[in-house]
């Protein structure tokens, strides 16, 4: 087990807030015009999956304590679904993760025709980001063409223990008395001119 990142504990805690919303899932849709090889797509996100530990992380409470732990390995099973809508397979395929089960990570192919499939895959804000989006696509692309990755010398788990342990230095204790000195009182709520009244309770439908 390893601590988490300040982000991935507020990902944690909201997350169980509501452990059945999909607010914080990353889904992303590819069109392929091309033959698409399912078992060597599969192959690459197992490579995927073997390089990058977030891709094999999962979250635990211990003693109170919400803790990552990293898998020695893990895969991930493309499903393939009937034809059907596209709309309604993209909204059957966002659904909630379990955060306690790793791979945070589901991928689906629909066939049009030999010519043109739609690559489907989602993953929990948890383990990925904008930044780590453009990484594994591209990381992607390499296996896929069968160009070889270079190792990690870093992963997120040793930013995370970084950050961890900068918390105790006396710079983050001075950041931390002056933000709170910043925003003591009442904070008042932004007011900005939208479309709808701002409703008592915040909710994520749209």
Not at 184 to 201: C, H, I, K, M, W
Request: some cysteine; overall charge negative; hydrophobic content about 40%.
């Amino acid at each position: 087990f390893y601590p988490l990142s300040p982000a991935q504990k507020r990902l944690y805690v909201l997350q169980q807030l509501n452990p059945n919303s999909v607010v914080y899932n990353v889904p992303s849709v590819s069109l392929i015009k091309d033959k698409l090889d399912v078992d060597k797509l599969a192959d690459v996100f197992k490579k995927l999956i073997i390089k990058h530990e977030s891709l094999r992380t999962s979250f635990h409470l211990e003693d109170g304590n919400a803790l990552q732990k990293i898998h020695g390995k893990g895969e991930v099973e493309i499903h393939r679904p009937d034809k059907q809508p596209l709309e309604k397979l993209l909204n059957d395929f966002v659904r909630p993760f379990d955060l306690t089960c790793a791979p945070l990570l589901r991928v689906e192919v629909l066939a049009m025709d030999d010519l043109h499939w739609y690559l489907l895959v989602d993953m929990h804000h948890i383990v990925a980001d904008g930044t780590s989006h453009a990484i594994l696509a591209q990381d992607f692309l390499h296996l896929y063409m069968d160009k070889p990755l270079a190792p990690l010398k870093m992963q997120y788990k040793d930013f995370a223990h970084w950050q961890h342990n900068m918390k105790q230095g006396t710079s983050i204790l001075l950041q931390e008395r002056y933000w709170l000195s910043e925003f003591s009182g009442e904070l008042p709520l932004l007011n900005l001119p939208v479309d709808y009244p701002r409703p008592a309770v915040l909710d994520f439908a749209g």
